[in-house]
């Protein structure tokens, strides 16, 4: 592939890429995250495709010299567009994984704060200790029975 439409293609993958990162940021900063796992198979195909190009480019960079120089600023455009959609990717996806570790703590706390009350009937058809029914707590436990 001569260097011109390896250009074009490498530009073409970045700019697919960027809108696919702004597409995911778009749906983190909206809190829509169960949205995001549609965006993951073409995402990765075209990281896959934008790393493989970029190896190659780094391989053979002095091809890159006989590309045009409105081409090669065009890559650069696209590139940095890129890294500024990858930088703001990160900072989404670390404050969505923050909000979801505060998020899972204050259940586990609230869970472990929730008194649990004794359920069912005495041996008389009454509930139980009606005055404590609220500080009494249930205790867990399993019956083995074999025939």
């Given amino acids: 592939m001569d260097p011109t439409a390896r250009t074009h293609e490498l530009i073409d993958v ?6 696919i990162l702004d597409q995911e940021n778009t749906l983190l900063t909206e809190l829509r995250v169960k949205e ?3 965006l993951q198979q073409e995402k990765t195909s075209l990281s896959g495709l ?3 190009r970029m190896r190659e480019a780094v391989q053979d960079a002095g091809a890159f010299n006989a590309v045009a ?8 455009l696209a590139s940095e567009a890129f890294d500024r959609s990858a930088q703001q990717n990160a900072r989404a996806l670390r404050a969505a994984l923050e909000m979801n570790t505060r998020m899972v703590h204050k259940i586990a706390q609230l869970a472990t704060k929730q008194e649990t009350r ?7 058809g009454t509930t139980p200790y009606t005055a404590r029914r609220g500080k009494m707590s249930v205790i867990p436990m399993t019956l083995n029975e074999q025939l």
């Fill in 69 to 76: 120089p409105e081409i090669r600023e065009q890559l650069r």
């Fill in 14 to 19: 970045t700019e697919s890429l960027t809108a």
């Fill in 50 to 52: 934008y790393e493989l």
């Fill in 118 to 124: 004794p359920n069912g009937y005495g041996a008389n």
């Fill in 36 to 38: 995001i796992g549609a």
